[in-house]
């Protein structure tokens, strides 16, 4: 099922350069499968382990790959000796979708020990009208992705994240009280905000209205500072939403769009003569994260990217609706030239959850059950890939769908020797890292879009029934045991926080909330 709004165009005020490639990127999760809060899953099918001898990725690899530079690159732009490592030194927190730029930082503990809700925000529900093909409905709070960001500054904790009522708000991350007034868009915003990590005050955030914003907080108000419009780009499929959660890094910008494009952009960051803080964007690149390969195998042109771009070393890897899981080299942007596509695999079907990188290099992919087409079901909706071995690539492939609109939507986790994979029919597997099969499943109110987090030893994990789950995960090899629930009231599909003993999540009963110990 799949749901979009209508959006109206807006134009792009700007001068811009942009380099075109032509090669090869999600559709959202069905936002209307959730009833007021509560889903009942369906019963699934066992889960069968697939260990394929060799699957190809879909034609001949040298029509799909262009060579990689191997010159040395002295720093690569997020190296994998950062796996599981803060954004940076800059800022501290949490501040783009799982943490950091290779998506494997959950925050900073301790976990509570018995957390309740401390507070709730606003005193009314956060909710507005949008349209969904022609036909408009209300909705609530925060949906798929909709984690915050949580980070320190001047000493006191900010938290700030987009809701359904098209505004993006920041609080005080201890009391709740609003820091300045929201941000009004022009449509929901779902996805996931990036704070800026190298400590300059400005937020980066897209909405369901066409525009991904650079917004700046350091005058006591949230200020739109530059826009890039979904239409900036000739070459577009699908619709006009920004999902993904953007990296920063080195002052460039990179997000994908479900103008189904890979979008790079200089920020040129700086500061006034009053000491404000200023940007000059320049759209370096837009790539198109599809080829004629897939559309052709496809049927459709779904192939919006909804996923949050991946950078790992000079790669960055993300996936799309029509399934396609890519890596783009982008060393060559330090040269001022286009990003080079360097890996592709095809799993299917749509591919929302973002692409996560382990300490060795592997790549976890999750993906949903909705065309039921061959490919997915030989694949299956989980997979570990070898980058290093595009021409067959599967490490392992497993099966966790129980029919159409199932399969996984939220992002998963990689810790010690496990993944950690919920799905939509409210299943959360604990799946063996080097073989793929499962140690462990945990039976939870579904559909459990919101992904898992993992701080030491300890799940903190969202249900659809409201309720937010620790479990002790000390013993990777057994099933986990529940060391306790908080309630928070209605259907979680966002992707919680924590940091030092306490926890942020909003939900789609039109609140957000802070829940930690008593005291």
Not at 168 to 173: K, R
Not at 211 to 232: H, M, N, Q
Request: proline share 8%.
């Amino acid at each position: 099922m799949l749901s979009r709004p209508r959006i109206t165009a807006i134009a792009l005020v700007t001068s811009i350069s942009v380099w075109v490639l032509f090669v090869a990127a999600g559709c959202s999760p069905p936002l209307d499968a959730v009833v007021d809060g509560q889903v009942v899953a369906p019963e699934p099918t066992p889960l069968v382990t697939t260990v394929p001898a060799a699957l190809p990725t879909l034609g001949p690899a040298a029509q799909q790959f262009a060579a990689v530079d191997e010159t040395p690159e002295a720093v690569p732009w997020y190296s994998v000796d950062r796996v599981a490592q803060p954004y940076g030194q800059a800022v501290r927190g949490v501040l783009t979708f799982r943490g950091s730029p290779n998506r494997t930082y959950y925050g900073q503990g301790p976990v509570p020990d018995s957390p309740r809700v401390q507070w709730s925000y606003p005193g009314a529900k956060m909710c507005s009208v949008s349209s969904v093909f022609d036909e408009e409905r209300e909705w609530c709070g925060t949906g798929w992705t909709g984690q915050p960001a949580v980070w320190e500054r001047g000493g006191e904790l900010w938290v700030a994240f987009g809701a359904y009522d098209r505004n993006v708000h920041v609080l005080d991350g201890v009391t709740g009280a609003p820091r300045m007034a929201p941000f009004p868009t022009g449509d929901l915003i779902k996805g996931s905000l990036t704070v800026d990590p190298d400590g300059h005050p400005l937020i980066y955030v897209g909405s369901r209205d066409d525009k991904l914003r650079v917004l700046s907080f350091d005058t006591g108000e949230l200020i739109e500072l530059w826009s890039l419009s979904a239409y900036a780009v000739e070459q577009r499929r699908w619709n006009d939403d920004w999902d993904g959660a953007p990296v920063i890094l080195d002052d460039y910008m990179f997000v994908g769009g479900e103008n189904s494009n890979f979008h790079v952009v200089k920020l040129n960051r700086g500061y006034d003569s009053a000491g404000n803080v200023t940007v000059a964007p320049e759209l370096r690149a837009a790539v198109p994260g599809w080829d004629d390969e897939l559309l052709s195998v496809l049927g459709d042109d779904n192939v919006s990217i909804e996923s949050s771009v991946t950078i790992v070393d000079n790669i960055a890897y993300f996936a799309n609706s029509g399934g396609l899981i890519q890596g783009w080299d982008i060393e060559p942007v330090r040269r001022n030239e286009p990003p080079v596509r360097v890996f592709r695999f095809w799993i299917g079907d749509d591919t929302d959850a973002s692409v996560v990188v382990d300490d060795e290099g592997f790549l976890y992919a999750a993906s949903e059950y909705e065309r039921g087409n061959d490919r997915s079901r030989t694949i299956g909706q989980v997979v570990k890939l070898d980058p290093r071995q595009p021409d067959n690539p599967v490490v392992w492939s497993v099966d966790a769908r129980s029919g159409i609109d199932t399969g996984v939507w939220a992002t998963p986790a990689v810790h010690q020797d496990i993944v950690i994979v919920p799905t939509a029919d409210g299943r959360v597997l604990g799946l063996d890292r080097s073989t793929g099969e499962t140690r462990w499943t945990l039976r939870l109110p579904g559909p459990i879009w919101s992904s898992p987090v993992v701080i030491g030893d300890t799940l903190v994990q969202g249900d659809c029934r409201g309720y937010l789950h620790g479990f002790d995960l000390s013993d990777t090899a057994r099933q986990p045991p529940e060391l306790w629930s908080a309630v928070v009231g209605a259907c979680i599909e966002s992707t919680p926080v924590v940091w030092k003993d306490r926890i942020w999540v909003g939900t789609r009963g039109g609140f957000f909330h802070m829940v930690a110990d008593e005291g």
